[in-house]
């Protein structure tokens, strides 16, 4: 995910845009592989199904990806991101009628060009090693992978910044944060199975509670008196208030109020009881969700997660 808002690395508004007309040239294009095997044919609704073997082949429970094995047999996740890369909702609407058709491809073409980016390079420890091009050594070190590195999705060359940010100001649904996967620690679990238009809300939904429940991204330390939240709380906390805010006009908009909505009932009360602590953010870990050792941790089948 990402790069962008009040993420202390840029402020995006108009430096980007700068970016990405002065530094084209120096840009580097994950562009999708020709294909073996004949031609893709493409049906309305557009199928997410090429991603299934990806997902549950190279990801395990832990949101881990084995990127040696998906860099020894990429053939799967090739002739995917040739599909998005060829195809979206605004190069071929006829093939996403509904809302969540469209949603379901934004999310799943995002993570799906994040993977390729990883795996067309030999070794990476976090996506911070793909820095900025030298002409803009100055900028911080997510604008290599995030800005500068370029995508294709919908026949057309764009950022992960670029593409984050549109699915943002198109769907205005905070909880697409916890379905982007940026190949970090840091991020949500990448999940073994891609996202469909069918269920996507209770999908969404199950995600946020998922990733809410973890500890690592919400945990409340009483002798300190503070709530310690994930970073992407804060870098998207407009995006958290605004929202509440809508739905929710009679009430204070908080993060915690937020967080409240998709914590457990244990949460939600000890939420509560924390109402006048502090809130603190816990530093992104920017290393690689790689697996440790594939072999032991990866393998067993993956089924769509029930609503």
Not at 1 to 19: C, H, K, Q, S, T
Not at 182 to 194: E, F, I, V
Not at 279 to 301: I, K, M, T
């Amino acid at each position: 995910m990402r790069f962008g808002n009040a993420r202390g690395p840029v402020r995006a508004g108009l430096v980007v845009p700068l970016l990405l007309v002065v530094g084209v040239s120096a840009c580097t294009t994950v562009r999708p592989r020709a294909l073996q095997g004949g031609p893709i044919v493409i049906r309305a609704p557009f199928s997410h199904a090429g991603f299934d073997p990806v997902l549950s082949g190279f990801v395990n429970e832990q949101g881990e990806v084995d990127y040696a094995g998906l860099r020894a047999e990429s053939e799967a996740l090739d002739r995917y991101y040739y599909q998005v890369a060829r195809y979206s909702p605004d190069s071929n609407p006829e093939l996403f009628p509904t809302e969540a058709d469209r949603l379901a491809y934004w999310i799943n073409g995002y993570n799906a060009a994040v993977l390729s980016a990883v795996v067309r390079r030999d070794s990476l420890d976090s996506v911070l090693d793909v820095g900025p091009p030298f002409p803009f050594f100055f900028l911080p070190r997510q604008s290599g992978f995030f800005v500068f590195q370029r995508v294709w999705l919908g026949d057309e060359s764009t950022s992960l910044w670029s593409v984050e940010n549109r699915i943002r100001k198109r769907f205005k649904d905070p909880r697409v944060h916890f379905a982007l996967n940026c190949a970090s620690r840091g991020c949500p679990r990448l999940p073994r199975t891609p996202f469909r238009a069918e269920q996507l809300d209770a999908r969404l939904d199950r995600e946020t509670r998922e990733f809410v429940s973890e500890p690592r991204n919400v945990r409340i330390d009483d002798a300190e008196r503070a709530v310690y939240l994930s970073a992407i709380f804060d870098w998207y906390r407009s995006d958290f208030l605004e929202w509440l805010a809508e739905r929710f006009p009679d009430t204070t908009p908080t993060l915690l109020a937020y967080v409240t909505l998709y914590a457990t009932p244990e949460q939600a009360s000890a939420l509560s009881r924390a109402a006048s602590y502090e809130v603190r953010f816990v530093p992104y870990d920017w290393g690689l969700n790689a697996q440790s050792d594939p072999a032991v941790s990866g393998g067993g089948e993956a089924v769509d997660p029930e609503p």
